[in-house]
């Protein structure tokens, strides 16, 4: 088991920056691939950005590209994810996910373990 817990959301201007971090306890945070997702109410889970388990290898959602940057630092078992120039729409909770690195990222279901979330609210 992996228990996940997700900080730093909270409320910021259009065009500022946030960073979430995502603290891992359990098995060892370094086997595993991990995630972000983000999911507004009504709607379905969406990929943001994803990072291999040595970090070699990292991904993002066409619409976060340039803007976003995932990374891991795995002797402090966490995982983050910087957001700069937000936007009004990238508003809704992030949620952070692990699994055993299948080489596939963007997939809901490839992921055994998430978060509980954290609120990002962007104003305009």
């Known amino acids: 088991q992996v228990q996940l817990v997700e900080s730093g959301g909270g409320l910021v201007q259009a065009g500022g920056s946030l960073r979430l971090s995502c603290a891992a306890s359990g098995r060892t945070f370094s086997r595993y691939a991990c995630g972000w997702f983000r999911q507004a109410p009504g709607k379905e889970r969406e990929f943001v950005a994803a990072?291999?388990?040595?970090?070699?290898?990292?991904y993002y959602a066409d619409s976060v590209k340039g803007r976003f940057t995932i990374s891991r630092d795995n002797a402090k078992n966490t995982m983050y994810l910087q957001m700069n120039s937000l936007k009004p729409e990238d508003t809704t909770v992030y949620y952070c996910?692990?699994?055993?690195?299948?080489?596939?990222?963007?997939?809901?279901?490839?992921?055994?373990?998430w978060g509980q979330g954290t609120q990002v609210t962007v104003s305009s």
């Open positions: 996910a692990a699994q055993n690195d299948s080489g596939t990222y963007s997939a809901v279901s490839v992921y055994d373990y």
């Open positions: 990072i291999s388990w040595n970090g070699g290898r990292t």
